[in-house]
């Protein structure tokens, strides 16, 4: 009896090194996963940068590299399914799928699925969320160079992003804060629309002012 309990007392210390080695094994991939998905964060962000600066080339060698690291990342966790759902790595692939559709919308190219990406659908759509900013920067940008009628050509993309997100309020039982983030869309959307309606305006008034003027001048002349 009492060499069993000896045996029984050593299992003990068997089975809490075995689960120390595994929990060790976790800890260094979180931590494997918090340095890379900076460094995916980072490019995509360039990528934004350098697309907004029209530097589309520049901007596609960021998505290249984000890319590369992405599926070093995914090959790493392999089975782990939890960590494609949560933690560094889903804001991660969020900040990616942001910075590739912008590109492809900027290029007027077809946007990519999730599974053409390989990449799961919760952060995918959370990055087609958050496209709508930079949708909205761009607008901005073009309105600041008196382009309304290219400004107007980006709203509609905004207008189809939020269209299509909105259908996905149905699914608020499988993917978190949907209805959160089709609301900050739809707050985007109003914002920026009453931007470029309210540079509209300024735009007819100013060409008004000129015909005026042009006219005023007329008969002075004559």
């Known amino acids: 009896m009492n060499e069993d309990l000896k045996e029984a007392r050593e299992s003990i210390v068997r089975v809490v090194s075995s689960a120390a080695k595994e929990l060790e094994e976790e800890m260094s991939l ?11 964060v ?8 350098s697309i907004h600066g029209e530097k589309l080339e520049e901007a596609l060698r960021h998505l290249e590299e984000a890319e590369a690291l992405l599926r070093e990342a995914m090959d790493k966790v392999g089975s782990s399914i939890k960590y494609m759902h949560q933690g560094p790595l889903v804001h991660a692939i969020q900040e990616y799928v942001e910075a590739l559709v912008f590109l492809k ?15 799961p659908v919760q ?13 909205r920067r761009r607008v901005l940008d073009l309105l600041r160079k008196d382009d309304v009628d290219e400004a107007a050509r980006w709203l509609e993309v905004l207008e189809d992003l939020y269209g299509a997100l909105r259908g996905l309020e149905l699914y608020r039982g499988v993917i ?3 209805k959160w983030r089709v609301d900050s869309v739809r707050k985007t959307l109003e ?25 005023l001048r007329g008969i002075g002349t004559w």
């Open 30 to 40: 979180k931590d494997y996963l918090v340095m890379i998905s900076r460094r995916i």
């Open 42 to 49: 980072k490019e995509a962000g360039d990528a934004i940068l």
């Open 105 to 119: 919308l900027t290029k007027g190219l077809d946007v990519p699925t999730h599974k053409d990406l390989r990449i």
């Open 123 to 135: 952060p995918f759509i959370y990055g087609l969320a958050e496209v709508a900013g930079e949708v």
């Open 176 to 178: 978190d804060d949907i």
């Open 191 to 215: 914002a920026t629309r009453g931007d470029l309606t309210l540079a509209i305006q300024r735009k007819r008034m100013r060409d008004d002012m000129r015909r005026l003027e042009e006219k």
